[in-house]
């Protein structure tokens, strides 16, 4: 009798522990198959946060900034089309950060934030940075007090490196779209890449456009004039060195115009910043 009870005793832990192992695995399995129904949902949240904070920081913000310095650059902007690229950049800010506002709620939401990766970490930098830019683009003191230059300075800086980061980001983001879904990003980054150096060529384009096409109109004088020297030349020798007595003066003065157009540039410049 004492064996069989042992042996029965035996048997009833065995059959728990059986009961406990199928279990377990039911529960495991229960808890894949969540996980592969929420998957779907998951990875589409993941695109449509990525696809906000890139018109955001990738897209709306870079053009925000060209429009501005296309205000800035142009030296005979028209005060009403300086006023409309001005109205143009507040509204494409006021746009991304709408988009920045909207991604925010989602990653919050949907998102487990726990803020392990830098993705996370360089995104929560950029909001608080975001917010207190638009502060400071709404308190814009007006043209010629004392505190104008350090805004100025102070909204541009921050700006700038508001959007640098934010490119950043956004391949720092898409390294993380690649490890939860396993999906391939390359030809994201690719695209995203040419986006980007092509707004870098116009950003730093705008300066230089007026003055290549000053370069032209003075080729074009300078032609005219050599093109028309020889005419003088054939007729005698008198009026050769008449012609050549009446170029040197000329010559002289498009050097000098030259120089006090590129200062009048120079002085500009310094004025607008």
């Known amino acids: 009798m004492p064996s069989l009870s042992n042996l029965s005793g035996v048997a009833l832990l065995l059959l728990v522990h059986f009961a406990e ?14 996980k592969q129904r929420e998957s779907p949902q998951k990875a589409f949240d993941i695109a449509v946060h990525g696809i906000l904070l890139w018109a955001s920081m990738g897209f709306l913000m870079p053009v925000g900034i060209l429009t501005i310095r296309m205000s800035s650059t142009k030296e005979r902007c028209r005060p009403a089309r300086r ?26 939401r949907k998102f487990e934030n726990v803020f392990d ?8 930098a ?20 004392r505190s104008r230059r350090a805004w100025y ?21 898409l ?7 396993s999906r391939s990003s390359t030809l994201w980054s690719v695209v995203f890449t040419a986006q980007v150096s092509f707004m ?4 730093l384009f705008q300066d230089k456009w007026e003055y290549i096409q000053k370069q032209g109109v003075m080729m074009s004088r300078d032609g005219d004039s050599d093109n028309a020297s020889p005419a003088g030349v054939l007729d005698n020798n008198n009026r050769k060195d ?9 010559r002289k003065s498009n050097a000098l115009g030259t120089y006090f157009s590129r200062t009048n540039a120079l002085d500009k410049l310094f004025q607008l910043t």
């Open 175 to 181: 390294q993380a779209y690649h490890k939860r879904t």
């Open 242 to 250: 008449v012609g050549v007595l009446m170029n040197e003066p000329c």
């Open 126 to 145: 950029l909001y608080i940075a975001i917010y207190l830019q638009v502060l400071t683009g709404f308190r814009r003191p007006k043209r010629g007090s």
């Open 83 to 108: 006023k409309i690229l001005f109205y143009v950049h507040a509204v494409v800010q006021v746009l991304s950060v709408l988009l920045v506002t909207v991604g925010a709620v989602l990653s919050i």
């Open 21 to 34: 192992c199928s279990s377990y695995e039911q529960n495991e399995a229960g808890i894949h198959r969540n």
């Open 200 to 203: 870098a060529i116009l950003y």
């Open 153 to 173: 300075f102070s909204h541009w800086i921050l700006g700038t490196t508001v959007c640098s980061v934010g490119i950043l980001n956004v391949y720092t983001g």
């Open 117 to 124: 990766n830098s993705h996370q970490r360089i995104g929560l």
